[in-house]
């Protein structure tokens, strides 16, 4: 899936007054977006290259407030809800629970509203997270892979799964001379494009998905059955995540994982990430920027850790 065809394929859950304005949006824009909003009352808004801009009742973005902007009615949000659940709010309560929606082809929608036991009322907003695959966007960070394990690292927004999908397809199809077997643990779907049991996202010839909500019991899972060389997951945030790749490296699998950070500093802050590194898991870190315009940070466990030294 490129990238034009990963925002057409969300349009799906849109509204169809909404949807006509944003299908006029020129492909330049259309392949740099990330996020399509929409809040009650409140003008519709995509999030591109990083920056938010709203969009107009004639098809095109602008980068301030005016009378010309398209304004989400509650009818409409309620429908986005409503055809992102695909008619069946039921069938998505697990997700629902959790402030998300899982949508067709790898994107994902975060909603906001009341929260209850079984679910959540009153949806107030709804945000398309765009999944977006550029093919060689990893291709500096193979250059730097030694079979080790890799940890990438940036903001939210930063695009760290757009890199992990590149860089695990590369790894599972040979660029590095070797056909690597690749075990990704996705507990959101959001990885591997899961959506009713069908992966949507390239992943390469030699990964295998395993679904599981529980990232440490389902990397351990894929340690004993699936013989993997690597194991890789999104979002790496408990200790009981770092225990399982604790088990996994020590039984010979090189990890590759991702975590959410302001700059480099946070990762001798966060315990997670400072135990990850500490361990001899990661071999090479790849700290994205926040400005897109901006290069890839290569660093070293040893040049983070002799930082918490001094």
Not at 180 to 201: F, K, P
């Amino acid at each position: 899936m490129n990238c034009i065809s990963s925002f057409e394929s969300c349009l799906y859950a849109i509204p169809q007054r909404i949807r006509r304005a944003l299908e006029f949006l020129p492909e330049s824009l259309k392949s740099k977006a990330e996020e399509i909003r929409l809040r009650i009352g409140l003008p519709v808004t995509l999030t591109v290259s990083g920056k938010t801009l709203f969009l107009t009742s004639s098809g095109q973005l602008s980068d301030f407030i005016s009378r010309d902007l398209i304004i989400s009615q509650k009818n409409e949000v309620y429908e986005a809800f409503s055809l992102l659940c695909a008619n069946s709010v039921y069938a998505h309560t697990d997700e629902i629970k959790k402030g998300y929606v899982i949508m067709r082809s790898g994107h994902r929608a975060g909603v906001c509203g009341t929260v209850i036991a079984d679910g959540m009322k009153d949806i107030s907003s709804v945000n398309i997270r765009i999944a977006r695959e550029i093919s060689g966007c990893a291709d500096k960070l193979i250059e730097r892979f030694d079979g080790g394990g890799v940890l990438i690292a940036g903001p939210p927004g930063s695009g760290k799964t757009t890199l992990l999908r590149d860089f695990l397809r590369q790894l599972s199809n040979g660029a590095t001379g070797t056909f690597y077997r690749i075990a990704v643990i996705d507990s959101r779907g959001e990885l591997s494009g899961s959506y009713l049991g069908e992966c949507y996202t390239d992943l390469g010839a030699n990964t295998d998905v395993l679904m599981c909500e529980n990232k440490a019991e389902g990397a351990l899972m894929a340690l004993r059955t699936m013989y993997p060389h690597i194991i890789a997951f999104d979002e790496i945030g408990t200790a009981d995540e770092l225990d399982s790749v604790s088990e996994s490296f020590n039984a010979g699998v090189s990890i590759i994982t991702t975590a959410h950070i302001g700059n480099s500093c946070d990762l001798k802050k966060r315990s997670v990430t400072r135990g990850l590194l500490e361990s001899g898991i990661i071999s090479l870190i790849a700290v994205l920027p926040r400005n897109f315009s901006e290069e890839i940070e290569f660093l070293t466990p040893k040049e983070i850790i002799g930082d918490l030294d001094n």
